[in-house]
Structures are given as structure tokens and as C-alpha cells.
């Protein structure tokens, strides 16, 4: 499996879950605290991909700067 190949399955997996919470958010939540939890398990998969595309940028700078020999 190539990286680019990598990087889609894994972006769309985590599209696909904040998908998932997002519905069960809205078909309704038993209480608050059922809210606040899966509020924060989205936040966190939020941040992961944050984290990861600006790791992936950060990565892909480097490789064109290495390839254009600056």
C-alpha cells in the first residue's frame, strides 16, 4: 500500500467516525454527560487529524526541499 493510498484510507476513517458521532448526537443523547462524552471523542479524532496533516505538511515540505536541493 503507498503512503498516498495510506494517508486517504486514514483521513476518510476518521471523516467516517466524526460522521458517526455527529448522528448519534443528533438522533439524541440520553443525558448530558452521554453529550460531553461523545463530544469530547470527537474532538479527539478532530485533533488527530489535525495532528496528522500538519505532520503530513510538515513532511512534504521537507521532501520538496530536498528534492529541489535547497
Do not use: C, H, P, W
Not at 440520553?30 to 489535525?50: P, T, V
Not at 512534504?60 to 526541499?65: K, M, N, R, S
Amino acid at each position: 500500500m503507498s503512503a498516498i493510498n495510506l494517508r486517504d484510507k486514514y483521513i476518510k476513517a476518521l471523516e467516517d467516525r466524526r460522521q458517526d458521532l455527529t448522528d448519534q448526537m443528533l438522533a439524541g443523547v440520553k443525558d448530558i454527560s452521554q453529550y460531553q462524552f461523545l463530544r469530547g471523542r470527537y474532538s479527539s479524532l478532530a485533533d488527530a487529524e489535525n495532528i496528522f496533516r500538519e505532520l503530513l505538511g510538515n513532511y512534504i515540505d521537507e521532501d520538496d526541499q530536498s528534492s529541489s536541493g535547497s
